[in-house]
């Protein structure tokens, strides 16, 4: 890119949309920024005020400054031809992303990226209506709080360019961001699709009595999570496996691996609408007493002095 994005419009500002407003201007760049809600343009300037703080623990880049983006009002229509990247971020209805992605693909210059933070919308489903140059648009899927992890999925459609491909990806980088490339879309693309995998089976756990929501967190606080923290699933399979190593390991516990999912797909949470108060009931009892504003900084706090210490550390990815 990266030289040449000096301005980047922010359509969406929500949790993700706001976030990625802070995170850009931490890294020294002017963003436009548009949002039809109500006191959105207030909502946006307290938000960047709590999170400012946090940004400047991970490190501002020269230029940084938390006025350094102007809101436009509804629309960036007028704005369109100072963009040089473009991140949407608007509720996740198909009809909403067509028409705003149609609009920015008439309006901006033709060779400027533009990325869609759909959580699980693949952009083959909202580009219809672009004329211009639809091979410019990809998904650019954060994991959130975007201003503190590093992960974005970036998911080509069939018809997207290498060039807005490479684009992505180098600003994601210099954006201090661990992207990926997912070479085919799939619905909820790959982190979402991961967590959903891993919360039917902790939802019904928790259904069947098996354990309770904070017996569920505990679980994952004090095994799994730190250790595929550091080095990934995968690699901690290849760990397990010893000096024999991943390939070993499947073959020991395969079997009783297949087992184990004959059962879970047996057991499968169902999506009801009454299946969730049973699982809020034991959540509620997790929360007797918890400070959850506290908590969420304290975890933030955290994760950012995780990353940095990852970051010293030349084995890990």
Known sequence: MAATIKTVGVVGTGVIGSSWVGLFLAKGLHVLVSDPGDGAEK??????????????????????SLSNYTFVGSSLAGHFEKLDFVQENVPERL?????????????????VVIASSSSGIPSSQFIKDCKKNPSRILIGHPFNPPHIMPLVEVVPHPGTNEDSV???LE????????PIVERHETPGFVVNRLQAAINNEMFSLVQRGVVTAKEIDICMMNSLGPSWSFIGPFMKDVLGGGPAGFEHLMKHVGLGMQGWLKDMTA???????????????????MLGGVDLEKMESERNDLMIDLFKAKASASSLI
Not at 43 to 64: C, D, F, K, Q, V
Not at 95 to 109: C, F, L, P
Not at 171 to 177: E, P, T, V, Y
Not at 267 to 285: A, F, G, H, M, W
């Open 43 to 64: 909502e946006l300037s307290n938000h960047l005020e709590n999170i400012w703080p946090l940004l400047e623990r991970i490190g501002l880049s020269p230029g940084a």
């Open 95 to 111: 009809n909403i992303k067509s028409q705003v992605i149609a609009e920015i693909d008439q309006g901006t210059r033709e060779n």
């Open 166 to 168: 490479q684009i992505a």
């Open 171 to 178: 600003f994601s980088r210099d954006m201090g961001k661990k």
């Open 267 to 285: 057991n499968s949470y169902e999506y009801t609408d009454e299946n969730p108060k049973i699982l809020d009931r034991s959540v509620q009892d």
